[in-house]
């Protein structure tokens, strides 16, 4: 246990144990004639002695301000000097115990208490030796003893000063650099504030507009501030897939402002991210160059869903803040414009039923009947196509609104898809049946094939069933290939049915 205690020192601890255990050396070598002084004076510095060792060991446990080098320096120098006195001044043995002090406040690592040592042991040894001798201070010896000590002790002071300097150095440097420091990070922290600010009120704005044109026009008007453009303009994606202008920001019409002209856009990537900066420089055609613009695709789940174009003085590059609020721009603006589509196309939904169109399902075998009555007098060949949406009735927790609004919206995809002299017919719980007219089976299952990739793309629907996507099945049957009977076709397309679901890749065939 005493080993481990004494393992846990420290070094001051460690520098004042080897002190008192120098001084209480002494002791036993006055006591015994190693170091010899005169009998009486024995006496006096062993009680000396005893007395400063005690007060070293235990003082600093109850005196608080013993503690201090300096002061214990302080007192070191003062019981040597005593002892020195004591046994003879400059013949006493003891007076190589000021080297004592001096090493001591070395160890310490403190060179302007070692400093001060040497100075004061200098001058006790110069009064010593005045009183003692003093008609030896005209010696030629101790005048060139003086010179080279003063040397020493000059070089000491100038070395204290020179450290005091860099030291003081270090630390304005230290402040200056921490001072940058701070203030680069209280920059920061205002930048990142005043974003936060900006993205907090673009999305208070942003939540409070249902239109589609609205949402553009905001994003717009946050846009171009953002890239230093006057100029700009708004597209959105139409369900056929072609950009379609929806706003305009800073073209003056009433003033006979210039069109906007032609707009091209560049071709994106398959990894294109949304809210990317997009410099377009499209080839100059027979009516001259067309402008460079400033394109930000508005990307949501791999789909593009809108374009934000500047016009105008195009600088060379924009500054990383520039573009990384541009991207926190798409990122809010394409969340909300997912959100103003659906609103629009649930009340435009609501207003119309397109359901209505759809041919009854109970006449359904009559009307393949009759098909097959009118392709076999004039040798014609149709495919019959069935669809059936496995997230329809998957989910118990939708509201019937909601899943009447999935199928309204897929009854319109269909309908957009379909040519005239097609006929669909739904039965009520997410299954439709096409009659492809004069289709044969090859162009058939490219067609469905297109069509159910539509569907399962589609986020409308999928959000109103509140599923990732749609999950879609189809099989296709044709006349007179695999049958030549309504029965037997229905039935064909009602077994390739209980197989699953498809993928938009592979449509269930009898052949398959």
Known sequence: MMWLHMRARTGEEWISLVRVLLLLALIPALWFGIIRVTTPAVNGIIMLFGGYVILLAVGPRWVRFLRRADLAIAFDILVVTLVVIISGNLNSPFLYLYYLTIL?????????????????????????????????????????????????????????????????????????????????????????????????????????????????????????????????????????????????????????????????????????????????????????????????????????????????????????????????????????????????????????NPARSLYPWNGLQKLVAEEIRRSTELMLVFSLAEIQLEDYGSTSWIEDQDRDLALRRVVKLLQASLRRVDVASHDGAGRFVLLLARLPKIQAAEFLKRLTQRLEEDSVAARLLEVPHLTVSAGLVTFPEDGSTDSALLDKLRDLAALGSSTPDHVHLPNA
């Open 104 to 352: 001591e406040a070395a160890a310490r690592l403190n060179l302007r208490q070692a400093i001060a040592a040497a100075l004061a042991m200098a001058g006790l040894v110069v009064l010593l030796y005045t009183r003692g001798e003093p008609s030896q201070l005209e010696a030629a010896g101790f005048r060139l003893g003086a010179i080279i000590a003063g040397g020493f002790f000059l070089a000491l002071f100038l070395s204290m000063l020179v450290q005091e300097y860099r030291v003081t150095q270090d630390r304005i440097l230290f402040a200056e650099t921490l001072d940058k420091r701070l203030k680069e990070a209280t920059r920061q922290l205002e930048d990142q504030l005043q974003e936060l600010r900006f993205y907090n009120e673009l999305a208070s704005r942003l939540s409070g507009e249902l239109r589609v044109q609205g949402v553009l026009e905001i994003l717009l008007e946050v846009f171009l501030p953002t890239i230093g453009l006057s100029k700009g303009v708004a597209f959105t994606l139409g369900e056929d897939e072609a950009p379609h202008f929806a706003a305009a920001r800073g073209f003056d019409w009433a003033e006979g402002d210039q069109e906007m002209g032609t707009i091209s856009f560049p071709v994106l990537s398959a990894g294109t991210a949304g809210g990317e900066v997009l410099f377009h420089r499209p080839p100059q055609g027979d009516d001259g160059p067309e402008p460079v613009t400033v394109c930000v695709p508005l990307i949501r789940a791999g789909s593009l869903r809108a374009w934000l174009v500047g016009l105008g003085d195009i600088p060379e590059s924009f500054p990383e803040s520039a573009t990384r609020r541009v991207r926190g721009i798409a990122t809010q603006g394409v969340s909300a414009l997912e959100a103003a589509r659906l609103h629009e196309e649930v009340q435009h939904m609501l207003s119309s």
